[in-house]
C-alpha cells in the first residue's frame, strides 16, 4: 500500500537556522502531498500542499517540491523563528476512484522540532 | 469562517463502557473523515463520509462505527472500550478531493 517516510526527530535548531525536514513516498499513481503541522494540544494545521510533480507548495516561510523522480517531498525554511517549534506531518493524499472518490490521507511518523533563541 | 468543531475536548471513560464523539465540519464541506492518533501508531484512518454515506473504513475492529447527518455533521462511537483506545481523535473535513483537509483540535480519550 501507499506510505510515507519521514526523518526521524527530534531535530532541535537554533533561531535563523535552515529547516530541512525529508520526506519520501511509496505509491501507486500520483498522489497529492501535503505538509502539516500540530502544536502542542491542538489539532493539525494545513502547511502547504502539491498537487502535481514539479509543483512547489509554499506558505509561511516554509516550501516543499513534490519530486516525482525521487518521490520525495522535502520542506524546507529558511530561517526558523522558536514559533516554529512544533510536530510536522508529511501525508499523502489516497484516492480511491472506486469508492466513489473517497480520500484518505496517509501520513508519516512526524518530526519534532524545538527551535532555540 | 467557523473551523472545525469538536466535543467534548477531553473524556475519561471506564473499561468496558461505550463513548460518542461529535464533529461539526466547516460550512460546505462534505467530507468528513476520522483519525486515531497515539504515540505507538502514530496517524491512523478511522472511516470517511460523505453525504449521509460511509464511503472507507480503516483496519479497526467493528467496536468503532460512525455516521454522518443530513447537515454533514458527524459522529463517531466506541462500545466496549478497551485501555487502548486511549487517543487523540481527530475530525476533519474537506471541500473536494486533493483540496485537503481541515482538522479540529480533537477529542482527547482516556480509558482507565
Known amino acids: 500500500g501507499n506510505s510515507v517516510t519521514q526523518m526521524e526527530g527530534p531535530v532541535t535548531l537554533s533561531e535563523e537556522a535552515f529547516l530541512t525536514i525529508n520526506c519520501t513516498y511509496t505509491?501507486?499513481?500520483?498522489?497529492?502531498l501535503f505538509w502539516y503541522v500540530q502544536y502542542p494540544g491542538e489539532g493539525l494545521q494545513l502547511l502547504l500542499k502539491?498537487?502535481?510533480?514539479?509543483d512547489k507548495g509554499s506558505n509561511k516561510g516554509f516550501e516543499a517540491t513534490y519530486r516525482k523522480e525521487t518521490t520525495s517531498f522535502h520542506l524546507e525554511k529558511g530561517s526558523v523563528q522558536v514559533s516554529d517549534s512544533a510536530v510536522y506531518f508529511c501525508?499523502?493524499?489516497?484516492?480511491?476512484?472506486?469508492?466513489?472518490?473517497?480520500?484518505?490521507?496517509?501520513f508519516g511518523k512526524g518530526t519534532k522540532l524545538t527551535v532555540n533563541p | 469562517k467557523a473551523g472545525v468543531t469538536q466535543t467534548p475536548r477531553y473524556l475519561i471513560k471506564t473499561r468496558g463502557q461505550q463513548v460518542t464523539l461529535s464533529c461539526s465540519p466547516i460550512?460546505?464541506?462534505?467530507?468528513v473523515s476520522w483519525y486515531q492518533q497515539t504515540p505507538g501508531q502514530g496517524l491512523q484512518f478511522l472511516f470517511e463520509?460523505?453525504?449521509?454515506?460511509?464511503?472507507n473504513k480503516g483496519n479497526f475492529p467493528g467496536r468503532f462505527s460512525g455516521r454522518q447527518f443530513s447537515n454533514s455533521r458527524s459522529e463517531m462511537n466506541v462500545s466496549t472500550l478497551e485501555l487502548g483506545d486511549s487517543a487523540l481523535y481527530l475530525c476533519?473535513?474537506?471541500?473536494?478531493?486533493?483540496?485537503?483537509?481541515?482538522f479540529g483540535s480533537g477529542t482527547r480519550l482516556t480509558v482507565v
Open positions: 476533519a473535513s474537506s471541500l473536494a478531493e486533493n483540496y485537503g483537509y481541515t
Open positions: 505509491a501507486t499513481g500520483y498522489p497529492s
Open positions: 502539491a498537487t502535481k510533480a514539479d
Open positions: 501525508a499523502l493524499s489516497d484516492l480511491l476512484l472506486l469508492q466513489g472518490g473517497s480520500e484518505k490521507l496517509v
Open positions: 460550512s460546505g464541506h462534505r467530507s
Open positions: 463520509y460523505f453525504s449521509e454515506t460511509q464511503r
